[in-house]
């Protein structure tokens, strides 16, 4: 009920009586005011004028289940099905996994205001501090073949680049095959994990870390991770983010399922993939040789020119690094 009051007082900008509420909602006047009375202790403010009713003139930076579906409603998304909120949580991948298996539905959301294990790709930790990132978990369970999962990983790509975009203006790019990248720093990192047997998805979850009102970085990242903060000098509302985001990932994942492969996203990704044309550096393993990005195919595999002949890399078999560092 909270969060269908805060998007009936999101969706007006002109003050909203007390009994448009009750007869919208079909609940009493005393739960409606104690209600909002409760969203005013967490910072929202909401002024009350008699015989005028209730109007809201700014919502704080906050994480709740009510903040996040109330702004997913107001982006126009209907693809998070269920939210589980967490103030602390070791790693929502993790908590994501262990949910799935016991069951949670395609859709949910899963999203922690601070992470003490955040998990990053090839076993390496993601910095997640108390009140400034994005920390968040999609539970899927496409009907696709487990090879197929790590497009998802590409087509998360896009969405958090054009949900940023939306929201900052910043004009970020992704570096293949998972990360979102501005000034040459990450921005936001992507780790989809999946339960499969040899021909058949169980599930899939796919976890997104921005990094967004953060004001510095432990000294052994500093060099290569920022903030949107950092990059704009603005603060955002996280919850802003996430409904863009995950707005964008229905559309997308809409358009994969339709050929179950990058098909039809392909060019949209490499319009927006900062390797392009660059040197890299293709590390397998203890081996590495230097190439040219050119562009991804439709099966998300990045084709590097080396010696005159293309070659495809695959991202869950190489890590690709520009020449000169992480870009
Ligand atoms: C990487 O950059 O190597 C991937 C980072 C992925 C971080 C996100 S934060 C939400 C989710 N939970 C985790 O433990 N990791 C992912």
Redesign the pocket.
Known sequence: MKSEILSLLKNTSDYLSGQKICDTLGVSRTAVWKIIKQLKEEGYVIDSVNNKGYRLLSCPDILSKEEIFSSLELAGTSFVRKIIYLNEVD????RAKLEAENGACDGTLIVADE?TK????RG?S?S?PKGVGI???LILKPEILPQKASMLTLIAGLAVCNGIRQVTDLDVKIKWP??IVYNGKKIC???TEMSAEMDYVNHIVV???INVNHSDFPEEIKDVATSLYLETGRTFRRSDLIAAVIKEWEAYYEIFLKTKDLSLLKDDYNSRMINTNKKVLVIRGDDSYEAVARTIDADGELLVEKDGTLVKVMSGEVSVRGVYGYV
């Open positions: 790693s929502t991948n993790t992470q955040g998990k990053g790709r390496r993601f997640s920390f968040m978990t998972n990360d990192g992507i780790l976890g997104i870390g």
